[in-house]
């Protein structure tokens, strides 16, 4: 007879939680290792810029509590505006910050602190540092984002992942844009942005897919780069709608969605810098010396940079003019000889190439017309004017002003003869070669680099970032103001109040320190007018015997004498200057008959 219990169902076993915990990580961890697979490229190259960074600056910058290392040049104006924004409520336009130069005010846009990471960065204030810095996690961020976008680009192309790092390598070592580092300038540090918008224009749109992505990735690049920096967002534009151009041209969408994403792309860009403060505050927007910073002739292949670096071992600098150093564009050896090898052989085959008019021929527009502004209306060869074109500009001139660095605008020819002369040589030569050829042409720029100045990161900087003394911190108690007196406020084209002293970022700092407005600082732009009025009615108040008792100032010693004069303010020695504040003196008692 048969056991009756053999034909009961078996009942099944229940995965316990820990075995079904560690299917799960078992999963994802297979998941992230298909995607890194996936993403070697581009991952490799970004590891590249991180390399790149620390032999550069060393670890030490990637450090937010560490800030001695950007005492120096325009850091410490960047730094400075975005601790005092940290200290101050939201309001508009998008990051203002009425607490610096006070009682004026100035915004992170003017203060060039990339105004997206402080607008990012405002809410979690509270759980940060006191002295906490992002410019150099920025920086770090912008090399390993040029090497990865370069990358990318050239996965779309097929290429190889060896290939890939190449590219992306070779992007990286860029001089222009290791220049603009030891140059001070993070917020123009963006250049991956370009780069990804002048690779977008090369690669095939295969379908209507592709081209939605590339308008959908150009919308996002301006909206991106309107909140970093203007002149970064002005080159942006132009290279945005010539690839809106170039999708139309394509037809892989009806007319309408590149004409409704070229509008968009404007729009974002115009309403972002009003949101931003860059229009509609009063402040003018123009500067002097328009024609000085360009672009000389010889820019592509000559080697000197800011602070008359020479940034090839190999190839020697040619004369320049000065101040044109803003005009950098200097392509590096292996640069250079990618651009012959791709010209050499693409004069051997023309049709090849003018069969894909419309993937260069909008962006190589574009280009040129920048490149052009580049030089300004004074044309320089070697230093040399050799032509004129003030006729051509005076009409547009207060336009043309706003961008008075004009020799920036290079930088679209550069990363368009970079990257398309490194991304056209597999499809030039045999495929199996273009590994090979790629890696020696990063063999030859990594040689030929000097990296420049920018190890000064890895020392411990000035000493303006000190703390206060027991005396201001003693006088600041109560008080809402610190006033330096004269004060010392100007912008890039000397415009403002310019009779205080010149290291007036320490005392910047020690009132950042005490939660203390401050009425000095440098910016991008100042309203000339009301800072006049502001300092010369800051010599009548005081030349009237009137002193705020909610201002600590501090005083030069020459001076000194005029507060001293005057009944309730008491004055003492502070580190080079006069430490004074006002007690109003007590009424006296008016006798009644």
């Known amino acids: 007879?048969?056991?009756?219990?053999?034909?009961?169902?078996?009942?099944?076993?229940?995965?316990?939680?820990?075995?079904?915990?560690?299917?799960?990580?078992?999963?994802?961890?297979?998941?992230?290792?298909?995607?890194?697979?996936?993403?070697?490229?581009?991952?490799?190259?970004?590891?590249?810029?991180?390399?790149t960074f620390l032999a550069t600056f060393g670890p030490n910058a990637l450090d937010p509590r560490r800030i001695g290392w950007l005492i120096r040049d325009d850091f410490s104006q960047h730094l400075l505006g975005w601790l005092f924004?940290?200290?101050?409520?939201?309001?508009?336009?998008?990051?203002?910050?009425?607490?610096?130069?006070?009682?004026?005010?100035?915004?992170?846009?003017?203060?060039?602190?990339?105004?997206?990471v402080g607008l990012l960065l405002r809410p979690f204030s509270f759980m940060l540092p006191t002295?906490?810095?992002?410019?150099?996690?920025?920086?770090?961020?912008?090399?390993?984002?040029?090497?990865?976008?370069?990358?990318?680009?050239?996965?779309?192309l097929g290429a190889s992942t060896q290939h890939q790092w190449c590219v992306g390598g070779?992007?990286?070592?860029?001089?222009?844009?290791?220049?603009?580092?030891?140059?001070?300038?993070?917020?123009?540090?963006?250049?991956?942005?370009?780069?990804?918008?002048?690779?977008?224009?090369?690669?095939?749109?295969?379908?209507?897919?592709?081209?939605?992505?590339?308008?959908g990735v150009s919308l996002g690049l301006c909206v991106f780069a309107a909140g970093v920096h203007p002149v970064i967002a002005t080159m942006t534009l132009p290279l945005a709608l010539a690839l809106c151009a170039r999708t139309a041209l394509e037809r892989k969408l009806p007319f309408a969605w590149p004409a409704l994403a070229a509008v968009a792309c404007f729009a974002s860009v115009l309403g972002l810098f009003f949101a931003f403060g860059y229009l509609g505050t009063g402040i003018p927007v123009g500067a002097?010396?328009?024609?000085?910073?360009?672009?000389?002739?010889?820019t592509l292949f000559n080697s000197i940079g800011h602070g008359e670096i020479h940034w090839s071992r190999f190839i020697p600098p040619l004369p320049r003019h000065g101040s044109q150093n803003e005009g950098f564009g200097y392509l590096?050896?292996?640069?250079?000889?990618?651009?012959?090898?791709?010209?050499?052989?693409?004069?051997?085959?023309?049709?090849?190439?003018?069969?894909?008019?419309?993937?260069?021929?909008?962006?190589?527009?574009?280009a040129l017309a920048l490149a052009f502004f580049a030089l300004s209306w004074r044309i320089?060869?070697?230093?040399?004017?050799?032509?004129?074109?003030?006729?051509?500009?005076?009409?547009?001139?207060?336009?043309?002003?706003?961008?008075?660095?004009?020799?920036?605008?290079?930088?679209?020819?550069?990363?368009?003869?970079?990257?398309?002369?490194?991304?056209?040589?597999?499809r030039l030569v045999r495929p199996s070669l273009a590994p090979t050829l790629a890696g020696l042409l990063l063999l030859i720029q990594g040689l030929d680099l000097n990296l420049g100045e920018g190890r000064r990161a890895q020392v411990s900087g000035g000493t303006w970032n000190t703390r206060p003394s027991p005396a201001l911190t003693e006088a600041a108690k109560g008080r809402k103001h610190l006033a330096l007196y004269p004060p010392q406020m100007h912008d890039g084209s000397g415009r403002g109040c310019r009779a205080g002293p010149m290291d007036f970022h320490r005392w910047a700092y020690r009132a950042y320190r005490l939660g203390l407005t401050f009425n000095s600082g440098y910016v991008a732009r100042i309203d000339d007018a009301k800072a006049q009025a502001y300092c010369l009615g800051m010599d009548a108040e005081i030349a009237a015997g009137r002193l705020d008792p909610q201002t600590v100032?501090?005083?030069?010693?020459?001076?000194?004498?005029?507060?001293?004069?005057?009944?309730?303010?008491?004055?003492?020695?502070?580190?080079?200057?006069?430490?004074?504040?006002?007690d109003a003196p007590p009424q006296s008692p008016v006798s009644g008959r």
């Open 288 to 298: 002097t010396d328009f024609g000085d910073y360009s672009s000389d002739l010889t």
């Open 332 to 366: 590096g050896a292996g640069g250079l000889v990618a651009l012959a090898l791709v010209l050499g052989l693409m004069a051997r085959e023309p049709r090849r190439i003018l069969a894909l008019w419309r993937r260069w021929v909008p962006v190589t527009l574009v």
């Open 380 to 426: 320089k060869f070697q230093g040399q004017q050799v032509a004129d074109l003030s006729a051509l500009y005076r009409p547009v001139l207060k336009w043309a002003e706003a961008f008075r660095s004009s020799g920036r605008f290079i930088w679209p020819l550069h990363y368009l003869l970079l990257v398309g002369a490194a991304l056209a040589l597999p």
């Open 131 to 156: 002295d906490f810095q992002y410019i150099g996690p920025w920086m770090c961020l912008c090399l390993m984002l040029q090497g990865a976008s370069a990358a990318w680009v050239a996965r779309r």
């Open 553 to 582: 100032y501090l005083v030069i010693p020459s001076r000194v004498a005029w507060l001293q004069k005057i009944r309730g303010a008491h004055c003492q020695p502070e580190d080079g200057l006069w430490l004074c504040t006002y």
């Open 1 to 51: 007879m048969s056991d009756p219990s053999a034909s009961l169902p078996v009942p099944t076993e229940t995965p316990s939680a820990p075995r079904t915990a560690r299917e799960r990580l078992r999963r994802g961890r297979e998941s992230l290792v298909r995607w890194g697979a996936a993403q070697a490229g581009p991952l490799g190259a970004a590891l590249v810029g991180l390399l």
């Open 85 to 116: 924004f940290r200290e101050t409520p939201l309001g508009l336009p998008l990051g203002a910050t009425p607490n610096y130069l006070h009682p004026l005010g100035t915004s992170l846009g003017y203060t060039d602190s990339i105004p997206w």
């Open 170 to 215: 070779l992007l990286v070592l860029s001089p222009v844009l290791l220049s603009r580092m030891t140059f001070a300038h993070e917020a123009l540090c963006a250049h991956w942005l370009l780069v990804l918008l002048v690779g977008l224009h090369l690669v095939p749109q295969r379908d209507a897919r592709d081209a939605k992505q590339a308008l």
